[in-house]
């Protein structure tokens, strides 16, 4: 980051909050002396900075000084239009109508020069995002009753089940085209991810478990270290579409490394209570993933084979 712009940023994240030089520092990846030198300068041209001691203290603007509403560069711009658009793609989000007004508010303030550099890239950068054909009713008051820790009574409609859960939601966020809420379940004693198109009903519940954070604390600590030691290492080769594939997973997606023009591998550490994901997972992949390790998975996955073949192979009634 230039110079220019970091003075700039910090000027910004001042006019938010009081900031120390090292979390300064530690936020645009500088030294404590370079925000230093950075403070010096800034009031050399005359930006109105006073310093408070003490703990919650750190560096602060004058009342009454603030920056210009918006100053953006290319590259901020860039970021900020096609996050919009990608937010926008999200069936029944909140961000249809405030996507439009926002990008026309961001394009009034932009300078002439900027919107004509941002234009041709967007053109040709964007998120991709699944389309997905579901309703969210409830999403704006799940993302409300998250912000205030409010607990929930929901009628929940999943594969298997329908029925009524209490909750404790935590946090809301988009993937795969989709939108989940992460949630303390008193049903199932743990944190569940939820599905928030899949919440028929939602009601607000007064319920107090003071014990449930240290719990939950306790579990995923006892989670963590069981599954430390109950892994299977696994091995894969993939193909051109196999990678794109195995990226698209949150755990594993990370993992996948190009070692040829025309071959990439995946190895990582599975636990043993995700044996039957990764069966399904390579069994999946067909011809675009071949397991070398271990054994044992390839053999499951010969044997599920060997069914979907014994299926096709039986005569069926009328057929020629």
């Not at 041209?45 to 703990?55: E, F, I, N, R």
């Not at 041709?120 to 009753?145: D, G, Q, S, W």
């Amino acid at each position: 980051m230039k110079r220019m712009d970091r003075m700039m940023a910090i000027l910004m994240a001042l006019q938010q909050r009081s900031e120390t030089a090292q979390s300064l520092a530690d936020k645009f990846e500088v030294s404590k002396r370079t925000v230093l030198r950075d403070m010096q300068a800034l009031s050399e041209m005359g930006v109105p900075l006073y310093a408070v001691s003490g703990p919650g203290g750190g560096y602060r603007l004058m009342d009454g000084f603030y920056l210009p509403p918006l100053h953006l560069d290319c590259n901020e711009a860039l970021t900020v239009l096609v996050a919009l658009d990608g937010m926008a793609k999200y069936s029944d989000g909140p961000f249809h109508s405030a996507h439009w007004t926002a990008i026309d508010k961001i394009r009034a303030v932009l300078p002439e020069q900027t919107l004509h550099q941002v234009g041709p890239l967007l053109e040709h950068v964007e998120m991709e995002v699944p389309k997905r054909h579901f309703t969210t009713p409830h999403l704006n008051a799940i993302m409300t009753y998250a912000a205030n820790s409010q607990w929930l009574k929901v009628m929940y409609r999943s594969q298997n089940y329908h029925r009524s859960l209490e909750i404790f939601p935590q946090r809301v966020y988009a993937a795969h085209g989709f939108w989940y809420c992460e949630a303390y379940s008193l049903v199932h004693e743990e944190v569940r991810t939820l599905r928030i198109d899949r919440m028929e009903t939602v009601e607000e519940i007064e319920y107090r478990a003071p014990d449930w954070e240290k719990k939950v604390t306790e579990e995923n600590s006892a989670q963590v270290q069981s599954a430390l030691q109950d892994v299977i290492y696994i091995f894969a080769r993939l193909s051109y579409r196999g990678a794109l594939l195995a990226e698209q997973d949150p755990h594993m997606g990370h993992l996948v490394k190009q070692v040829g023009d025309e071959e990439w591998e995946v190895e990582f550490q599975c636990p043993l209570s995700e044996w039957n994901w990764a069966v399904s997972f390579f069994f999946n992949m067909g011809f675009d993933a071949e397991v070398i390790e271990p054994l044992l998975l390839r053999e499951e996955i010969r044997a599920r084979a060997r069914h979907v073949m014994d299926k096709y192979t039986k005569d069926v009634g009328g057929s020629r």
